[in-house]
């Protein structure tokens, strides 16, 4: 069955460095999104692609976050310059359609030290 | 605003027992779209399904029902006959027309099932 991946699984990185997340949406989907999770707490939308642009983002998606589609099957967030808060599950999620059911990877943990 | 609510925090029932999982949204749009999302201990959010809000046809896949009330804004899950493989976090989430690209989840319950 198709999945959503990404990679690395767990990433811990010092505050003040960038860090990129990795993921592969399913192959013949063509939204993308990331939402995170801190530690305890419920999902929250950070932001989604189409068409090679962003569709919506959310207020926590500020200029330190950035996403791209670098080729075919990947699609990536990058984070500028990490903070303590930045600690947290970060989930890569895709869909067919726009309104239809997201299928999530299963995150990336991010500490940031 | 859009808004899911699942008040409870955590619920405990020993095996087999029947158990249900409420959730009531908010939403000033009449195209919605409601889910659940199921997150077991290894963490990963797994897809459990989807209802528009022009079908309030209650929903059945095994173990597993969802009834949808319009009047009441509220989308509650049952699991019947509960197993210990249940145990996760369960996730209501909703999806306004207007902004198709974005999920809004609620806060979760965490159902715990004992042996």
């Known amino acids: 069955e198709p999945e959503v991946t990404q990679t690395p699984s767990h990433q811990v990185t010092q505050m003040g460095q960038e860090v990129i997340l990795r993921c592969v949406p399913i192959s013949n989907h063509l939204y993308f999104y990331w939402y995170r999770q801190i530690l305890g707490q419920k999902v929250e939308f950070l932001v989604s692609?189409?068409?090679?642009?962003?569709?919506?983002k959310s207020e926590i998606f500020d200029d330190q976050f950035s996403v791209e589609r670098p080729d075919g099957s990947n699609f990536t967030l990058k984070i500028r310059s990490t903070k303590l808060e930045d600690s947290a599950m970060y989930f890569c999620?895709?869909?067919?359609?726009?309104?239809?059911?997201?299928?999530f990877g299963q995150g990336t943990r991010l500490t940031v030290v | 605003a859009q808004k899911v609510t699942q008040a409870q925090t955590e619920i405990s029932v020993v095996e087999k027992e029947d158990v249900t999982l409420d959730c009531v949204y908010e939403?000033?749009?009449?195209?919605?779209?409601l889910f659940w999302y199921k997150q077991p201990p290894s963490g990963e959010l797994v897809f459990l399904i989807r209802r528009n809000s022009f079908d309030e046809q209650n929903e059945i896949s095994g173990r597993y029902s969802w009834n949808f009330q319009k009047s009441t804004s509220s989308f509650n899950f049952t699991i019947t006959a509960s197993q210990v493989v249940d145990s996760a976090v369960y996730f209501c989430?909703?999806?306004?027309?207007?902004?198709?690209?974005?999920?809004?989840f609620g806060s979760g319950t965490r159902l715990s099932i004992r042996p």
């Open positions: 692609f189409y068409n090679n642009e962003i569709s919506e």
């Open positions: 999620a895709s869909s067919l359609e726009t309104a239809s059911e997201a299928f």
């Open positions: 989430a909703l999806m306004e027309y207007s902004s198709a690209s974005k999920i809004i």
């Open positions: 939403t000033r749009d009449t195209t919605y779209y």
